[in-house]
């Protein structure tokens, strides 16, 4: 269900954040056909409009026992982890998306993962079910599908990690069941 985070006093156990940070598109791949190396086909955000963000998120629409699972790139691996520490969050895990396709910048090396990082706040983790403690890995393989897409199974692991807990979709894309979602492109 799209909701207006601004306007509700819903409180949620898992947010799943994926910003818009400043990036340009990468180079032209058979993934991604109409890709040019130009500007993203949304508006993205500097790294204090995405802090500022989130900390009102945080501080008004979480639950005691929460964890905060965000999205980031190479670029911004370091920054996302120190905003988040600077919001009261530590890291527990960084979980590494093998996308198997990516660019190779200066013709260097591809970058070909994305990470999920995920935060808790110190003596408020909520932990996984019991059935799915220890089920996952801090990697996952799955082909690309369109530009800023994630992959599926990041959604059936946190759905399964977390049955029956409230979840917040930020910057999404797309509706999914169970899930609350806002974004500009739902």
Not at 109 to 114: G, I, L, Q
Not at 122 to 144: C, F, I, S
Not at 150 to 175: I, Q, S, W
């Amino acid at each position: 269900m799209k909701i207006d985070i601004f306007n509700t006093e819903k409180r949620y156990d898992i947010i799943y954040t994926d910003p818009p940070w400043k990036q340009k598109k990468g180079g032209r791949k058979a993934v991604r056909p109409n890709s040019s190396g130009g500007k993203l086909d949304y508006p993205t955000m500097t790294m204090q409009e995405i802090k500022t963000l989130h900390k009102d998120v945080l501080s008004r629409l979480v639950n005691t026992k929460h964890n905060v699972f965000m999205w980031t790139i190479d670029k911004y691996l370091i920054d996302a982890q120190r905003m988040m520490e600077d919001l009261g969050y530590r890291l527990h895990a960084r979980i590494t998306w093998n996308k198997v396709t990516g660019v190779a910048p200066a013709f260097t090396v591809r970058f070909s993962s994305e990470y999920l990082l995920w935060f808790y706040q110190k003596g408020n983790m909520l932990k996984p079910h019991d059935n799915a403690r220890g089920k996952y890995a801090t990697v996952m393989t799955e082909q690309v599908t369109s530009h800023s897409k994630k992959p599926e199974h990041a959604y059936l692991m946190l759905e399964d990690m977390f049955r029956g807990k409230e979840k917040l979709e930020l910057f999404a894309r797309n509706y999914r069941e169970s899930w609350d979602c806002w974004g500009n492109e739902v």
